[in-house]
């Protein structure tokens, strides 16, 4: 068997695909990995409870409540009726939660839409409300439409309806005969990755339609420019559309590596600036502020799920594990905080780190960019109108991506959560293999994966590092340790190329280790980490009904804990760590109840440290603190549960 180990993923020029799942056709560039059928993956254990509460959540059930939602009223299925993001928002998000349960209820309704929309397209080939046809500078709006395509696209991969196709061309082809300037207007300026990945998409799985090949070109010269910097400091349009160079590399004859290096450095440049402090996010509680890096600022819950959609797509591209790391710390860290931890019917408009009352009261002192009550959990389909709507396709698509596909006819196991994989692997026209992946991770570290095959078959298995490893990590294939190294470099992939035959056995151990970080330019704050997980301090929340109906009710929630606490950095020791449960419970795992594992360390408080007029919890003061108070023992959660929060914390002096 070989078995190698390598930072990236790379295809050379001269490597040629035999990967089943539509890997780019010439003259566009190879890419590592391939996304599969939105049904290839069945989730299982806390994933798979994510989803079920999502399908009796916020997502599943917003047609009931919102008005945006009115299906004989809405211009996406008549087009004389009105209509802009928050349909597409939505639908692209249910869609995938259907096509990834097989839920009956979500998998009908989405069918209902899908059809209106495809029936409703016109002989130009546009579809939507004709009011969108003239709304920017008497030219048509083509932003509400992208995520509308992105669900059409897993519908197709989900059902193979021979409708989507020939829509798709009919549509791209009305895109292609705008003039330049429509390409530089509203929000579609700085958002055309959206399009860009579903024309790509779209080009591989037709033939003779070079001209889709052109208008790649057409929108990447006349959309924003993601080379020089950010053109936006917008926290959406910068989850969103920082991929547009990478994906523009795929293109662009001759190759330019300054394309692909263009979208490492518009993130790094976001992250170095605003992104300092736990959970993925940056400060951007509409626009990002010069001065506004304190992780009491926050990220829009649609800044979240587009940051993790971008991450994914860049994972499958750039073949950079590096990408999956930042997606699950996203996932594991932020995305659960977004949503109250009961009936997953209330959001928000904003996560932050630091964070110590979720109200319903606008901040008047400019703390965050929006002055609009941005903090409590309510279904908000007004208040927090694009979140409510576009949050949905956070967790579909990270169950989706668990597993991807190889330009050269492997799989890989990227994103790790409890899961079966079904998919074509190996030569010719390959054959079909079922992986099962038993695990809790990430509050375990052991992963199984039980191989299922009809016929012996040789292809490459990818399994991915992840960056925040310190010891070897451990493979075991049928009992036996196969590999048991330290990777050269910070987050890599392993490739085990063999012939696998039925009931083949690997595990995977990546021991959590407990790390600390310091944030130097946020004043030397520091954080705790196991694995990709960072702890918060527990706040003892009080949720308050404040509003909404039973069904859906609305809720404030305020902290019965003290939180101005420092940390005594010698206390955090592998001492610190309590697993609470072997196995976890599967039933909500980012809620207070069921937490798998807790660290307690000393701290102290520090009185100067308070809360403002309109308790937003203060800056953080720089640290080392002194501080002449009593040493107290603090409970740290995983920060996905922890509403409340204090993640970032002051060190105390010694
Ligand atoms: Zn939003």
Redesign the pocket.
């Known amino acids: 068997m070989l078995i190698r180990v390598v930072k990236r993923v790379q295809v050379s020029e001269n490597d040629t695909s035999n990967g089943h799942y539509f890997p780019n056709r010439a003259p566009l560039q190879l890419v590592p990995f391939q996304r599969l059928p939105p049904s290839a993956v069945k989730p299982d254990g806390w994933i798979l409870d994510r989803l079920k509460t999502q399908v009796n959540g916020l997502n599943g059930k917003l047609s009931d409540i919102s008005d945006y939602l009115v299906y004989t009223n809405c211009g996406w299925v008549d087009p004389t009726k009105t209509g802009w993001e928050e349909l597409p928002y939505w639908l692209r998000g249910f869609a995938d939660l259907g096509f990834v349960t097989g839920d009956a209820n979500t998998l009908a309704l989405t069918n209902r839409w899908i059809d209106g929309i495809l029936s409703s397209q016109q002989s130009d080939g546009w579809f939507g409300p004709n009011a969108l046809r003239t709304s920017l500078d008497g030219g048509p709006d083509l932003w509400p439409a992208m995520p509308l395509l992105e669900a059409l696209r897993s519908f197709y991969e989900y059902s193979n309806d021979a409708r989507v196709i020939p829509f798709l061309v009919k549509y791209f082809q009305f895109m292609n005969q705008q003039a330049p300037v429509v390409f530089s207007r509203g929000w579609s300026f700085t958002r055309w990755a959206d399009n860009m990945d579903t024309i790509i998409w779209l080009y591989n799985r037709t033939t003779g339609n070079d001209w889709l090949i052109d208008l790649l070109t057409k929108i990447h010269t006349n959309g924003a420019n993601w080379l020089t910097g950010l053109p936006t400091w917008h926290n959406?349009n910068i989850a969103q559309g920082f991929r547009e160079p990478a994906l523009y590399s795929l293109v662009a004859n001759p190759a330019d590596p300054r394309l692909l290096y263009a979208t490492y450095h518009d993130y790094t440049l976001v992250m170095n600036q605003y992104g300092q402090f736990p959970g993925g996010c940056f400060a951007g509680d509409e626009n990002c502020r010069t001065g506004y890096g304190d992780p009491r600022q926050g990220l829009?819950?649609?800044?979240i799920v587009e940051f993790m959609h971008s991450f994914e797509v860049l994972t499958r591209i750039t073949g950079d594990g590096v990408w999956a790391d930042r997606c699950e710390t996203l996932a594991f860290n932020s995305l659960p905080a977004a949503f109250d931890p009961n009936l997953g019917r209330g959001t928000h408009?904003i996560t932050c780190a630091n964070c110590i009352q979720l109200d319903d009261k606008a901040k008047t002192q400019k703390q965050f960019d929006n002055d609009f009550p941005m903090l409590a959990y309510k279904p908000g389909v007004h208040q927090?109108?694009?979140?409510t709507h576009?949050h949905g396709m956070g967790w579909p698509y990270y169950a989706e991506e668990a597993w991807l596909a190889t330009y050269d006819g492997g799989i890989c196991a990227s994103l790790f959560v409890p899961s079966q994989v079904t998919a074509l692997v190996g030569p010719g026209a390959g054959t079909m293999v079922t992986i099962t992946e038993i695990t809790d991770y990430p509050f375990d570290e052991n992963i199984q994966f039980n191989i299922q095959l009809p016929a012996a078959t040789q292809f490459k298995f990818y399994i991915r590092i992840p960056n925040w490893l310190e010891k070897a990590p451990i493979l075991s294939l049928n009992g036996e340790v196969i590999f048991n190294q330290k990777t050269p470099e910070n987050g890599s992939y392993l490739i085990l190329d063999r012939l696998w035959t039925n009931g083949d056995v690997l595990s995977y151990t990546v021991a959590l280790p407990l790390k600390t970080q310091i944030w130097t330019t946020n004043k030397n704050s520091v954080s705790v980490y196991r694995g990709p997980i960072a702890y918060s301090l527990d706040l003892n929340e009080e949720y308050t009904r404040i509003g909404g109906t039973d069904d859906w009710p609305e809720y404030s929630v305020t902290a019965k804990a003290n939180w101005n606490y420092g940390l005594v950095l010698s206390s955090i020791t592998e001492q610190s760590v309590k697993r609470k449960k072997r196995n976890i419970s599967v039933k909500n795992i980012f809620a207070a109840d069921n937490i798998p594992t807790e660290i307690t360390v000393v701290g102290r408080r520090i009185p100067e440290w308070q809360a403002d007029t309109e308790n937003v919890v203060g800056l953080l003061p720089q640290s080392p603190v002194q501080s002449q108070q009593p040493n107290e023992n603090l409970k740290l959660i995983p920060m996905g549960t922890a509403r409340l929060r204090i993640t970032a914390f002051p060190s105390i002096a010694h």
């Open positions: 959406v829009e819950t649609c800044g408009y927090y109108r694009c979140c576009n």
